[in-house]
């Protein structure tokens, strides 16, 4: 019988798409707590072409959205409540929670900052419309804005947390939702030499083979150059 938090990694099988953010944390997240050690499954939906609207996707996720991730005879379909989940499920596989309260609720609050401030105000769902009724200029400056107030106030944050990752030397979920929102400031043209904590932070992550390997233009449906 195996014991908790040393369980084996179970077959696991997740719908994304490259270019997603939150579909990203998921794939930092399983490369981290080592699930590269039996291969997930990896079923590319294409969120811009629609793929994510058809009636067989829909029954996986009737919010229609990636990522969704199906392990140990469960459906979970929140990027955050799947690395909770693996966190809990695995927690002496590269732990990314502290042990003290105190501490989890810190990375808690960053984390909760980024995925349900930040990314939800500038996904693709909302360009759209904003686009749709405004035009792209105003697409953009309307990503810009969400990220600009966002970063200010976690810059102010990770000033006083960080060390080599956003919550010391060690990576956190902090960490593992912090590398796609930036990589989304980039695509936003924001500019964060604003934000020199937060961008001294992520070029430490950039040099983990971990972050590498779950970069979008590492994923199987990545546009080939």
């Not at 696991?12 to 499954?41: D, H, N, Q």
């Amino acid at each position: 019988m195996t014991q908790a938090g040393t369980a084996e990694v179970p077959k696991a099988t997740l719908y994304s798409y490259f270019g997603s953010s939150c579909a990203w944390r998921v794939r930092l997240g399983l490369l981290l707590k080592g699930m590269s050690r039996i291969p997930y499954e990896y079923k590319a939906i294409n969120i811009v072409k629609g793929e994510q609207f058809t009636e067989e996707f829909t029954k996986l996720n009737p919010l229609q959205l990636v990522p969704v991730l199906e392990i140990d005879g469960v459906k979970l379909v929140d990027s955050i409540a799947i690395l909770q989940y693996l966190e809990e499920k695995f927690p002496d596989r590269r732990p990314l929670l502290p042990k003290d309260l105190v501490q989890r609720a810190h990375i808690h609050q960053a984390v909760y900052l980024i995925s349900a401030n930040i990314q939800p105000a500038q996904n693709l769902q909302i360009l759209t419309v904003i686009e749709a009724k405004l035009g792209s200029k105003e697409r953009l400056k309307w990503a810009q804005g969400i990220i600009e107030k966002g970063f200010t106030a976690l810059e102010q944050i990770l000033e006083k947390t960080a060390g080599k990752y956003c919550f010391g030397d060690t990576v956190t979920l902090a960490d593992v939702v912090l590398v796609p929102q930036v990589a989304n400031a980039n695509r936003f043209q924001v500019d964060m030499a604003l934000y020199p904590t937060i961008q001294r932070i992520v070029e430490a992550l950039y040099e983990l083979p971990e972050v590498e390997a779950s970069m979008p233009a590492n994923q199987p449906d990545a546009p080939k150059s």
